[in-house]
């Protein structure tokens, strides 16, 4: 197990594409997610990682030890693709291959295929040709192979797109689990948030080559560092809406709240800026419980079961709220509360200032 570093990493290809553009992290010993829109860079940044690239600029670092110039093989790199590669031979055979190869006394492979399978729920299919077995268990046991060698680094590339949702959901919690028991590092890219916001430790949100926020699942959705996090996580995303400050209060629509006591971060900036506020993070009411309340036209409904996104307009301005009200239709007059404490604020150039 070792920390990853990547240390102004750039990478062109040929035509003068640029990839991957200087990027700066390191991944922990932890179950940490690559997560983007398609094109975003995060293939190739995955490929530098396991040595399957060489980047155009920058280093890789295992822990203190540069890996740049390394091959996967010396950098003992374990991957997990899209689609499952299995072999045509048993399942014990195909999970017991790598080890095989290193000439592992036959004790010790047969100790540790039965110990990985276990995890997984293999051992009943052990003799079985990995050909016969349904999508989700070859699956199984591509990630079984991998880790049944001890890898210094773990890679999965949407290892669970192509699987059943509720196999997607089993293996999601199993492989947390192994990650905690084998204290393992792993980099999981994925182009789908909710996977990354339930299974991982840290997010690395990656947009055109750079990674824009690489922090807890938790700080990335309270705090985005700009609107393309904001936007890009949450379902539905956080409503950004431009707004203007005015002698201390920043106007939204035909809205005004008092932003007086952050003038001063403000102000330096400009006039306009990005107001944002999860869905989650304003309170409604079908009928005036305070005077604070603002009166809004629901004109659409999505039914999302027990929980449901209302469309609301009014007062200038667009919103999508989450509620729990289950008695609220198309056309409705609702009220609405805007939670002070869980508003953000950003540049026009999208950078969050408070």
Partial sequence: MVRVTLEKIRHVYPGNVEAVKDVNITFDITLNSLLGPSGCGKTTLMKIIAGLLN?????????????????????????????????DMSVYDNIAFPLMVRKVPTQEIRKKVLEVAGLFGLKNVLTMNAYKLDLSAKQRVAICRALVRNPNVFI??????????????????????????FNQTMIFVTHDQSEA????????????????QYATPEEIYENPEN?????????????????????????????????????????????????????????????????????????LVENLGP??????????????????????????????K?????????????????
Avoid: W
Avoid at 169 to 174: G, V
Avoid at 197 to 206: D, E, H, Q, R
């Fill in 197 to 212: 916001l339930t299974l991982s430790n840290m997010i690395a949100i990656m947009k055109d080559g750079r990674i824009l």
């Fill in 338 to 354: 805007i939670l002070k404490n869980k508003i953000r604020i950003f540049k026009k150039t999208g950078e969050r200032l408070v």
């Fill in 227 to 299: 609107t393309f996090v904001a936007y890009f996580i949450g379902m539905p995303a956080m409503n950004l809406l431009s707004c203007s400050l005015e002698k201390g209060m920043l106007k939204l629509g035909e809205l005004s709240f008092d932003v007086s006591n952050i003038r001063n971060i403000l102000e330096p900036h400009g006039s306009e800026f990005i107001f944002g506020i999860r869905a989650e993070h304003i309170e409604l009411s079908k009928v005036p419980l305070s005077s604070d309340e603002i009166p809004m036209k629901c004109v």
């Fill in 55 to 87: 980047p155009t600029e920058g280093r890789v670092y295992f822990d203190n030890e540069d890996v740049t110039s390394l091959s996967p093989q010396a950098r003992n790199i374990a991957m997990v693709f899209q689609f499952p590669i299995v072999y």
């Fill in 156 to 181: 999965l590339d949407e290892p669970f797109t192509n699987i059943d949702p509720e196999s997607r959901l089993a293996l999601r919690a199993k492989l947390k689990e192994i990650q905690r028991g």
């Fill in 307 to 336: 929980i449901k996104v209302l469309y609301l307009e009014g007062n200038g301005i667009s919103l999508k709220v989450k509620t729990k009200v289950d008695d609220i239709v198309e056309g409705n007059t609702v009220y609405i």
